[in-house]
Every structure is written in C-alpha cells, then in structure tokens.
C-alpha cells in the first residue's frame, strides 16, 4: 500500500522535471495537469478557439474548443468525437471556452447522454455521446505525456494495524500561457493576488525563459505585468493581442508592478515572430 500511495506524487514530480533528452537541457518547464477519478468525463483535451484559430477554421464566432485529442475507449471515442473537431454547443448552451466546457461536463451526472453541436470539415454536426465516470487518476502533459494511475482497491481493515494514513495532497492544476514573442509563462491575477502583488488588475509573470526578449529586459518571475506600450493588459491573451498588433515594432515599453513598486522596461524583440504569440495548455475534460 506505500508503494501505490506514493505513486501519484512521484510520477508528478518525474514529468516535472524529468530532463527534455539525455545531453539536452529542457527549455522550459513541462505542464502537468492531473484529474481525479470518480468524476464526471468524456475523454478528450480540448484548448481554445482565438480569433486566428477561428479565421482559419472559418468558424462565425470566436468561441468552442478544439479537440486535440481523444482517449482510446472513452465516451468521445465511442461517440465518434475526432481530433480537430470543434465543439460550440453543449445540450444546447453554447460553448464559450474550455473552463466552461469543463464544467459543463464536471456538472453532468455520470450515465446521461448530452447532444454535442460540433463543427467538423466546414459543417456542423450533432453527435450524442454519454457521459463517463473517470477510472483512476490520469495526468497529462502539454507535451504528449499521458498516464493512468488506476484506483487504488479498498483494503480491509485489520484491527492489529493502526489506520492508515491519509493520502497525500495533490498538486493543483493552473492555466498557464506561454508567450513565445516574450519568451515568458504567465497567468490572469486572482482577486486575492491583487491584493497580495498590490495591483488592481494585471497579468502574473509565472516563469522566463533564459536569454529572451523578457530576461533581456530584466523582467523576472513573479513581476505582474500591468501595460504593453500604451495598452493595460488583464489577461495573457490581451498581452498576445497587443503584440500581434506590434509587430513593425520591435522595441516597445512594457510597465510591470514588482515589489508593489511599478517600474518601466523596454523590450526589444526579434523581427521575425512566430504566427501564434501564446500557446493554451491543453484541458482534459
């Protein structure tokens, strides 16, 4: 029992810092996300749709998530869900982004069939599927890395043995985005973190990578950015928009809050930029 109690916390910290390749030093950190069993799930992983993405799909709406991936022998395989599927409606409501999407199918009693709106090959489709209830834990990484932990049988007790002690906590999942212009890991403010960074609103720097535009520019992990040039930034994907709306100007200031003292930095990026500015981590549902 000691070995399967500590499976889970190992396995995570394996696909957290396990190296990128033998003589290779990894370039950035690897996301984990974990889901628990005995919840609610149809089998896939699912990102956002931007207004890119959605040009590119010729979607009407820049809303859905995009499947791009489906477990073997879930309810979205059995149900015939494919990667690059876009699903924009759930039992009707529409599907806005994978936040709610997850917790749309989280909500959902385990044994319904719910009608998916999905838009495949240019045209929409309604494809039914029933909803499943999650065997084991499963963690996935953004970089492919999947693995089911199965469930742990229930063990008699035995009144000569002292209890058993309780299973340890699990790391919570955040979401992240990654700015390949800045060369940064960042996050949308809490209410709570406001307080605590003493901004009002604002986009937490989670992680730089080494000899970026950011680490050029002197800014760290933990600085909240606050404005990109002229724009006030909230979200990471507002830091993207800005960005992409900067792209004949490689030298812009960017206002970052550190230490509650607010401070200006200028950032001098590369000429050539990569087409998408941020990339979602993926969320299994």
Not at 240 to 245: A, I
């Given at each position: ?13 394996g ?39 959605a ?73 039914a ?33 002292p ?30 973190l406001?307080?605590?960074?003493g901004?009002?609103?604002?986009v ?10 950011a ?18 930034v ?12 900067l792209?004949?100007?490689h ?11 607010e401070m ?22």
């Amino acid at each position: 029992m000691k070995i399967a109690t500590l499976l889970v916390p190992i396995l995570v910290a394996g696909a957290i810092f396990a190296p990128a390749g033998f003589g290779q030093k990894a370039k950035t950190a690897r996301r984990v996300v974990i889901s628990r069993g005995g919840g609610s799930y149809l089998g896939i992983g699912v990102v956002d749709i931007d207004a890119e993405r959605a040009k590119a799909l010729n979607l009407k709406e820049v809303r859905g998530v995009e499947i791009k991936s489906v477990d073997d022998d879930s309810p979205a395989a059995k149900a015939g869900l494919k990667d690059g599927d876009v699903v924009l409606d759930y039992n009707g409501t529409p599907v806005q982004g994978q936040e709610q999407f997850a917790r749309l199918v989280r909500e959902t009693p385990a044994g319904r069939e719910v009608k998916l709106g999905v838009f495949r090959n240019g045209a929409m489709q309604s494809i039914a599927a029933s909803v499943g209830t999650r065997q084991g834990t499963v963690i996935h990484s953004d970089d492919g890395f999947s693995f089911v932990v199965p469930p742990v049988p229930p063990v008699p007790p035995m009144p000569a043995m002292p209890p058993m002690p309780p299973m340890p906590d699990f790391p919570r999942s955040y979401m992240s985005w990654r700015s390949s212009t800045l060369g940064i890991e960042s996050e949308s403010l809490t209410s709570q973190l406001t307080e605590f960074f003493g901004v009002k609103e604002g986009v937490l720097v989670r992680s730089v990578i080494k000899n970026s535009a950011a680490d050029k520019a002197g800014i760290k992990a933990g600085d909240v950015i606050v404005k990109v040039d002229d724009s006030k930034v909230t979200t990471p994907r507002e830091v993207s928009s800005v960005l992409r709306s900067l792209r004949s100007k490689h030298t812009f200031p960017v206002v970052v809050v550190r230490k509650q003292q607010e401070m200006t930095l200028q950032v001098t990026v590369e000429e050539s930029r990569g087409r998408m500015e941020t990339r979602p981590a993926t969320r299994y549902c």
